[in-house]
């Protein structure tokens, strides 16, 4: 399985941005997705997540309201758009991926994941 995340850049704060991630792999639909984000000199932390359906989505208090997450399976893509953003919101954004074991299991913490993307770069200039 391999995951290739797209549309990190520079933004202005209050402005938005939309990534995606594309993500290998025949069973893509039992597959539940997460974002996880790395600041510079911060562990990495949750953002958000969905389930294979896209029925179960989770975020973190830091996101909520601001990020939205979803899923199309025919296109084995994740995407989270990400508004209204913040300068802590500065950070390498980074997709994963794990076999869900039943159709409303969703995982917000990074050991529960078995693949990762690269990551890419989001700068949110003040």
């Known amino acids: 399985v391999q995951l290739v995340e797209s549309g990190g850049g520079l933004v202005q704060a209050g402005g938005s941005l939309g990534l995606s991630c594309a993500v290998s792999?025949?069973?893509?639909?039992?597959?539940?997705v997460g974002w996880f984000r790395q600041a510079p000199g911060k562990e990495r932390e949750f953002v958000a997540t969905i389930n294979w359906t896209g029925g179960s989505t989770s975020y973190a208090d830091s996101v909520k309201g601001r990020f939205t997450i979803s899923r199309d399976n025919a296109k084995n893509t994740v995407y989270v758009q990400m508004n209204n953003l913040k300068p802590e919101d500065t950070a390498v954004y980074y997709c994963?991926?794990?076999?869900?074991?039943?159709?409303?299991?969703?995982?917000?913490?990074?050991?529960?994941?078995?693949?990762w993307g690269q990551g890419t770069q989001v700068t949110v200039s003040s």
């Open positions: 792999g025949r069973t893509f639909s039992r597959y539940t």
């Open positions: 994963a991926a794990r076999y869900a074991s039943s159709r409303t299991s969703y995982y917000t913490r990074e050991k529960e994941y078995d693949y």
